[in-house]
């Protein structure tokens, strides 16, 4: 177990440096500057080209591109990411100030998600009505097929404009959270019970289930207390990418729902070009994503002990009668 998590510690940190050196590159040959939004952000417009220089030699844009991502690489290793070019506040303790009001998002979305996605695949596979079933597995299609930009316009235009009933904007409280939570959680449940219906149907086929069956198990017994256990460890490697996809997920729903918080401080810093919250917001997306991976690689073994940590992922498990 210790060398699994050393080997996967030094692959995180590989995978961080990747992130860090791709956003730097991005960032660097997209069209405009960093030091023309600062001085135009300080309301400025007169300004001359000598004062342009200046504000690129004070924020180190004059230097050859390999010297900047160097410094820049050095600062972050420190857990030094600069100013932010909008604010002038330290992008590090600005990007974490809207860390939780996002934590709160995703979370709720992940359980919403979860819930909705379990209970449609459960519900699916054990209806006898064939038209049910038939509309239960449509039904994740059509969630991951929308855009969620999409389905957040038509919740405020209902729930929020014409009956009232929660607030569209804001972070005002649970009720606040209750519509861009679940904007967030189609495509999470969606993609949860497409993966456990399938995989339900397959173990439900399996002849461990029939012998099951002939032992006297009932419908539930045996889709509850024999199938779902094996059927559920598709759904667990699925959270490692639905985790990081809420993360994602935040830029646009709190865009639309105005809400406060790393989504929508991302889009601004990426519109202006501000470097250091960019670059905090991209490392934390993969330290979540990279982190979550692991605490689901030594989640296998306690849910089925016949798994061994760092030899491979079992696409399907027998069963334990």
Do not use: C
């Not at 695949?121 to 855009?147: D, E, M």
């Not at 995989?199 to 017994?221: C, E, F, M, Q």
């Not at 639905?242 to 810093?269: C, D, H, M, Q, Y």
């Amino acid at each position: 177990m210790t060398r699994f998590i050393l080997k996967r510690l030094a692959h995180a940190i590989g995978v961080l440096w990747a992130t860090f050196t791709a956003a730097f590159l991005l960032l660097y040959v997209l069209p405009g500057d960093a030091a023309l939004s600062k001085m135009n952000l300080g309301g400025g417009s007169g300004f001359s080209v000598e004062a342009l220089a200046k504000m690129r030699a004070y924020m180190g844009l004059d230097r050859p591109v390999w010297q900047q991502y160097l410094s820049a690489l050095r600062d972050a290793v420190r857990g030094k990411f600069g100013v932010s070019v909008q604010t002038g506040q330290d992008a590090l303790h600005m990007f974490a100030a809207g860390i939780p009001e996002t934590l709160k998002l995703a979370g709720l979305a992940l359980l919403i998600g979860l819930a909705l996605g379990i209970g449609v695949a459960l519900l699916g596979a054990y209806t006898r009505s064939s038209a049910l079933r038939g509309l239960l597995s449509w039904l994740p299609v059509v969630g991951v097929s929308i855009p969620s930009f999409w389905i957040g316009l038509i919740l405020l235009q209902v729930f929020s404009f014409q009956l009232k009933l929660l607030p569209g904007m804001g972070n005002d409280g649970l009720a606040s959270l209750v519509l861009p939570s679940t904007v967030l959680a189609i495509p999470t449940a969606a993609l949860i019970a497409q993966i456990l219906f399938q995989s339900l149907n397959d173990i439900l086929a399996s002849p461990y289930i029939v012998t099951a069956k002939g032992h006297g198990a009932g419908r539930l017994r045996r889709l509850l207390g024999h199938a779902l256990r094996n059927a559920i460890i598709p759904v667990i490697t699925a959270l490692g990418m639905t985790t990081g996809n809420l993360i994602a997920g935040s830029v646009v729903v709190e865009t639309v729902f105005s809400r406060s918080g790393i989504g929508l401080l991302t889009v601004k810093a990426v519109l202006f070009q501000d470097t250091p919250i960019v670059l905090v917001a991209v490392l934390f997306a993969a330290t979540v994503f990279v982190t979550v991976n692991l605490l689901v690689d030594i989640l296998y073994p306690f849910i089925d002990p016949r798994i061994e940590i760092g030899v491979r992922r079992p696409k399907v498990m027998g069963p334990t009668l």
